[in-house]
């Protein structure tokens, strides 16, 4: 092991190649201090095949979840190892922590590098706990005090985004309500059949092991600052608001979250903010709260596993 940055390098002896999977003992055992220390861990060097490697890797280290409710458009390719998010190659993704907008998120995630890409498409992270102490105490207190609130516009089959019939993985309307009463979320659904959920959800948290306070959410991914220029002005063309749009967040109470502090939050998860090029066969294992991920725009052919650990 070395490295004194985000994430932290975790490589086999020199001149041995051993297989991803006879690391879950030591993933399980000595290396949780430092996981917990830096928030990620990057395994360079292992043997990974392919994605029944990675599979096997992911079912040793921990209890494996779905991602039903996801916001992300996103293929299952073997059980519960998914293709990561389907995004146009152009764009940038924002960081932000795993589903912080459901009430159950994934305390872990751990992607894998199946082919990187020729150019770009690293996944920049950033430690949620420099985020929280570069904010401006005003800032820092709205989010603790107000909280957040996720609103999202699911279509029922043709529109805009992501139909909820691919967020929730069914097209059982009664099976997607106990989701979303499940997670505290309010639900309506159109005449046309598409489904609006609103969901208010903490933008700070506490870490459940280390008991460090952290930033926690999804604003700078879902604001609607953040759209690219192109689509938000298809979308203003199209007579649609903020609220109209496949996903957008206001603060706790229902007032809207200005740009500018949308924009000073997105500074400081910047100024927190490391990448590193992909090789073919990493492993990048993450803690979900103390670690927020996003994606860099790319060109060329790139694949990346995903799997969710509970």
């Known amino acids: ?11 086999p002896e020199k001149g041995t ?23 990620a861990l990057l395994f360079r060097g292992f043997a990974v095949d392919g994605a029944r490697d990675f599979q096997a890797f992911a ?4 209890s494996v979840r779905d991602y039903v409710g996801g916001n992300s458009p996103r293929s299952e390719l073997l059980d519960r190892v998914y293709s990561s998010t389907e995004y146009p190659r152009n764009l940038d993704l924002a960081l932000h922590n795993e589903m912080a907008y459901l009430g159950r998120w994934p305390a872990r995630l751990a992607f894998c590098c199946m082919t990187p890409a020729e ?16 904010l401006a105490p005003r800032l820092r207190e709205k989010l603790e005090q107000k909280k957040v609130t996720y609103i999202r516009n699911l279509h029922g089959g043709g529109g ?6 691919a967020s929730f993985r069914t097209d059982d309307r009664a099976t997607v309500e106990a989701r ?18 609103t969901l208010v959800r903490d933008a700070l948290t506490t870490h ?4 460090e306070r952290v930033f926690f959410n999804q604003i700078v991914l879902w604001h609607h600052s953040s759209l690219a220029p192109k689509l938000r002005d298809i979308y203003a063309a199209s007579g649609m608001g903020p609220d109209d749009f496949p996903h957008n967040c206001t603060w706790g109470d229902g007032t809207p979250i200005s740009d500018d502090e949308a924009g000073d939050i997105r500074a400081c998860v910047a100024r927190a903010t490391s990448s590193f090029p992909w ?3 990493d492993v990048l294992l993450i803690d979900n709260v103390l670690v927020a991920h996003g994606r860099r725009p790319f060109r060329g052919a790139r694949q990346i596993l995903v799997s969710l650990f509970a």
């Open 17 to 39: 190649s051993p297989r991803l999977a006879d690391l879950a003992p030591r993933v399980r055992g000595e290396l949780e201090d430092p996981l917990l220390q830096h928030g």
């Open 180 to 197: 979303c009463r499940e997670d505290g979320a309010t639900w309506q659904w159109s005449e046309a059949g598409d489904l609006r959920t």
């Open 1 to 11: 092991m070395r490295g004194a940055t985000l994430p932290w390098l975790v490589e």
């Open 59 to 62: 079912d040793a280290i921990g």
């Open 279 to 281: 090789q073919r066969g």
């Open 160 to 165: 805009t985004g992501l139909s909820w019939q």
């Open 208 to 211: 459940p092991k280390t008991g």
């Open 119 to 134: 150019e770009g498409g690293e996944t920049p992270i950033a430690d949620c706990r420099k985020i929280l102490g570069t």
